[in-house]
């Protein structure tokens, strides 16, 4: 079942758009594989508080044994992580080094946990009315949720790593085989050991976590974040290389500078100079204008 759905907020940043994008994709599959299932709980962009910190989860999912936590990560180009769990990526035809969302995942797990246990006895019965019950020792998975087009290093990422890191197609996948439902006398036969929740208990976890529910501003507007590249403009001249005698203008295919030596116009939407992405666009601020990169969100002067 759906508790609740990704809250989208206005934003032109590109990187808060990708990242929108690829909780939406998740999202998607979740609810295709899950929606109708009386056994699987989804909350989608669960915040809380906890202890004066701030967490927010993509995807919590609650089932009988336990929780899922899944970051969801926009990831285009080739992803790598080293043997210390040290991640990077490629950002045009650069590497990079980037945060590890396993351990953003892990971090909110903790305080998850801690939360839980803290309110325990608001939560879950006493076992037979005496011994209050934890969730220490419940099922605890998380996962990394990364973009359809990236390609994993499978081969060299540590391989306790490359399990907990899913393309988004095959979260349902991955998530069924973690949570291993199975009827109830099935479960008899194989001597399945796991704690388990009832139906009761696993409803007074979910209405405590909907009813603790961080709420979210109705509309945030982001404002786009480029880090300014100072350099000499770099334009010049397609065919004669002129780097002077060039007039910017606007025409049926966009921005592009006329060339007073040669006569031929030249294009200003060209590869990033930092990171030879070709993902750019040409903004123009009265008379200068600028190369803005989507993927290393640089902001270049052109001309």
Not at 162 to 178: C, G, N
């Amino acid at each position: 079942m759906i508790l609740k759905d990704k809250q989208i907020i206005n934003a032109v940043d590109p990187r808060t758009l990708a990242g929108q994008q690829q909780e939406k994709d998740v999202a998607f599959y979740l609810r295709r594989a899950f929606k109708d299932h009386k056994n699987v709980h989804v909350i989608n962009d669960f915040k809380f508080t906890h202890n004066g910190e701030n967490a927010q989860i993509d995807h919590l999912i609650i089932y009988p044994f336990g929780f899922v936590l899944i970051e969801s990560k926009s990831i285009n180009g080739e992803v790598n992580v080293n043997k210390e769990g040290e991640w990077s990526r490629t950002v045009g035809n650069k590497w990079v080094g980037m945060a590890s969302p396993i351990k953003q995942v892990e971090l909110q797990q903790k305080l998850l946990k801690e939360y839980l246990q803290e309110h325990r006895l608001d939560i879950l019965p006493k076992l037979f009315g005496i011994k209050a019950q934890g969730f220490g020792m419940r099922c605890w998975h998380n996962m990394c949720a990364i973009s359809s087009n990236s390609i994993i290093a499978r081969n060299s990422i540590p391989k306790t790593i490359s399990e907990q890191v899913v393309k988004t197609e095959f979260i349902p996948d991955k998530l069924k085989k973690v949570m291993k439902l199975r009827s109830k006398i099935v479960s008899t036969l194989t001597l399945d050991s796991r704690a388990e929740f009832n139906q009761d208990e696993l409803q007074s976890i979910i209405s405590f976590l909907l009813k603790k529910q961080e709420p979210l501003p109705n509309k945030v507007d982001i404002k786009p974040t480029f880090c300014e590249v100072s350099r000499e403009p770099f334009l010049k001249c397609k065919k004669c290389n002129e780097t002077h005698n060039l007039t910017p203008q606007y025409g049926r295919y966009g921005y592009f500078a006329k060339c007073h030596v040669c006569d031929t116009n030249t294009s200003l939407k060209m590869p990033c100079p930092e990171c030879k992405s070709k993902n750019t666009k040409v903004s123009k601020n009265k008379t200068v204008y600028s190369l803005i990169c989507s993927d290393c969100h640089s902001k270049t002067q052109i001309i």
